[in-house]
Nanobody, 122 residues
Framework: VRLVESGGGSVQTGGSLRLSCVGS????????MGWFRQAPGKKREGVAS???????AYADSVRGRFTISKDTSADTLYLQMNSLQPEDTATYYC?????????????????WGQGTQVTVAS
């Protein structure tokens, strides 16, 4: 299993970014996919997920600003992030699991990408 994120960068408050995650080595459409983030000194937190049935879930802190989507034909997961705030600054990780698709507990996710940095300047 391999996951490769891209699309991070630096933006001003209120700006937008789109993260991508290309998966390989597993059946992309059958797995739960999730986005997580971790800021320095903080616990890794779930941002959004897309389960094997196409149902999505979001953290309260990003609902209405972030959108998770998936292109199964390209084995790619996306995270569109709008109205970015300084508190969104973190390293963002793509992850997958075939167990429980719950972003409240990152330990359910078994495979992880290397992460991509998002920095939002105030």
């Amino acid at each position: 299993v391999r996951l490769v994120e891209s699309g991070g960068g630096s933006v001003q408050t209120g700006g937008s970014l789109r993260l991508s995650c290309v998966g390989s080595g597993f059946t992309f459409k059958s797995n739960c996919m999730g986005w997580f983030r971790q800021a320095p000194g903080k616990k890794r937190e779930g941002v959004a997920s897309w389960d094997e049935h196409g149902l999505t879930a979001y953290a309260d802190s990003v609902r209405g600003r972030f959108t998770i989507s998936k292109d199964t034909s390209a084995d790619t997961l996306y995270l569109q992030m709008n109205s970015l705030q300084p508190e969104d600054t973190a390293t963002y990780y793509c992850a997958t699991t075939r167990t429980r698709c719950e972003i409240d507990e990152y330990r359910w996710f078994t495979n992880w990408g290397q992460g991509t940095q998002v920095t939002v300047a105030s």
